[in-house]
């Protein structure tokens, strides 16, 4: 059940890219219709969706290795599978339209390779079953294919609303952030006008942090493809459309102004320290990451790789004083490393369930933990992490939870649709904040710490007053969509 939920936030996005790919990008181009047929292009793909979940460098089933060019055309135990300039002499195309019981996948195992796939495999060894010219033979493919894969642009319409996973109020408060489908999108915090879109690689952004330099930090990525993390420059200037600033923070340099980390997975969170001089992000590959920027941006330093989680790492807070990292997983627990010692210092278990999301007290005393047992809690991250105290209130999974700049006060967020305010001490629970229709997987606080706004699955933003709970602004952060519910003119 509760994977359920993470899934609607993460692997599903899966299904949502193919879906924005297949209507916003049309059918992918084939082609075997026009032109020579490229092997990283149009066979690897093949290969990667059909073949390798056997013949990867671990399984070598019939102990043939697809994983790279020289492997794959070396071929396993019967030996070269490849004639090339005669598909129906090369096992590697035979394999795959064969009609009698030895098939590839094996029968038992999986669906026959769609036939237009078949083909293009079979015009390529017709071709003479070349590489592309600038590959290495050894080169990863899948790495290679990744490398090489280029970001679609953003949707100029969005037909379905991009899930908010993150947004961040810019440093002078104004303005929010929120993380689109291939880009970020910059909103009028009062008016809910679009006031900028910059274009990213990263298909999602799950987390995002203003540093005190005012650059922005985003984690991000293409669930089961890639993950990165990016610094942008969101006062570079860009092109206007239509009173719209359009950025490209996928290859201008004065916008992509630092380019942190590239993993096989999402990066599904990033935190830093209060002074900005450590920042940590973590994700899918159960690692957090944890850079040294006391030289600035420019020169951040990867200080360690902490792999301190048994599952992915959903949430990361760093001490003001930059000596612990506390982390949230998959695992469910909550954990804290000291990063001078470099060791695991504290477990804390009593969630007993999925943990989303960590924050600390500046002063290191506190941390504060959600998750999938609905619950807040506070505990020691010195000594043995015992639990201070815990709040229930929402009635489903708690997502997020961020710490108030000025204020001794935490903001929630929930799969039950509301934002909720708390006394960071007593966790005397505020307001419920309302207005919101679906998952709440995004809230962050204004840097003045006056609003909080909060963002989910169905596009939705809203912005409230943190003194009175009134709601500042309502909109949907997907430029141009119209709802569905909405009545037709
Ligand atoms: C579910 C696992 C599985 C998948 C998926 C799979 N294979 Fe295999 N493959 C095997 C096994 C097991 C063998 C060894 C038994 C055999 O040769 O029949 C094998 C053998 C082969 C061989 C013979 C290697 C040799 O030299 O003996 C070739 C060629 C091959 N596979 C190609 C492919 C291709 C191409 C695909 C994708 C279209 C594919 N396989 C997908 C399991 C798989």
Redesign the pocket.
């Known amino acids: 059940m509760h994977r359920r939920r993470y899934c609607a936030c993460v692997l599903c996005a899966v299904a949502a890219a193919v879906a924005y790919f297949l209507l916003f990008t049309g059918m992918p181009v084939a082609s075997a219709a026009d032109g020579p047929v490229s092997f990283i292009r149009d066979v690897a793909p093949?290969?990667q969706e059909?073949?390798l979940?056997?013949?990867d460098g671990k399984k070598k089933?019939?102990?043939?290795d697809?994983t790279t060019f020289e492997r794959l055309t070396a071929?396993?135990?019967?030996?070269e599978?490849l004639v090339p300039g005669k598909p129906e002499e090369s096992?590697?195309h035979g394999?795959?339209v064969s009609t009698e019981q030895?098939r590839?996948?094996?029968r038992d195992?999986?669906e026959a390779?769609p036939k237009d796939k078949a083909t293009v495999v079979a015009r390529w060894i017709k071709e003479g079953a070349k590489l592309d010219a600038g590959i290495d033979p050894k080169a990863d493919l899948v790495k290679e294919r990744r490398v090489r894969w280029q970001p679609p642009a953003p949707p100029e319409q969005y037909r379905f609303p991009a899930v908010v996973n993150a947004l961040a109020f810019t440093p002078g408060g104004k303005h929010l952030v929120v993380g689109g489908h291939h880009e970020l999108t910059v909103w009028d915090a009062a008016t809910g006008k679009l006031a900028k879109r910059i274009r990213t690689r990263a298909e999602r952004a799950y987390g995002m942090f203003f540093l005190p330099d005012g650059k922005l930090v985003v984690a991000g990525g293409r669930p089961g493809q890639e993950g990165d993390v990016r610094a942008y420059d969101l006062t570079a200037r860009g092109k206007t459309e239509n009173g719209v600033e359009l950025l490209d923070g996928v290859t201008d340099p004065k916008v992509l102004v630092k380019h942190l980390l590239d993993v096989e997975d999402s990066v599904l969170c990033v935190a830093a320290s209060a002074d900005g001089k450590l920042l940590a992000a973590g994700g899918c590959d159960r690692a957090v990451r944890v850079w040294d920027l006391s030289g600035g941006l420019d020169q951040a330093k990867l200080d360690q790789t902490v792999e301190n989680h048994a599952d992915w790492v959903l949430g990361v807070a760093l001490s003001a004083d930059g000596k612990f990292l506390v982390t949230a997983g998959r695992d469910k627990t909550a954990k804290v490393w000291d990063l001078k010692a470099r060791e695991s210092v504290v477990t804390f278990p009593e969630h007993q369930a999925i943990v989303y999301a960590v924050a600390v007290k500046p002063d290191g005393s506190t941390g504060f933990s959600v998750g999938a047992d609905k619950q807040l809690r506070t505990w020691k991250p010195g000594g043995e992490g015992k639990q201070v105290k815990n709040a229930g209130g929402h009635a489903d999974d708690v997502f997020k939870v961020v710490a108030n700049p000025k204020k001794p006060l935490l903001a929630t967020s929930s799969a039950d649709k509301s934002v909720r305010l708390w006394d960071s001490e007593s966790l005397a629970a505020g307001k419920a904040l309302a207005g919101l229709t679906d998952y709440a997987y995004a809230v962050a606080f204004s840097p003045d710490g006056e609003l909080v706004a909060g963002g989910g699955y169905d596009g939705n933003v809203v912005v409230w007053k943190v003194a009175d709970g009134a709601v500042v602004k309502a909109f949907n952060a997907s430029p141009g969509y119209v709802s569905k519910a909405e009545p037709k003119k």
């Open positions: 093949v290969f059909n073949c979940a056997c013949h089933a019939g102990k043939y697809m071929g396993g135990a019967n030996g599978p096992e590697l394999l795959m030895r590839m996948p094996p195992k999986g390779v």
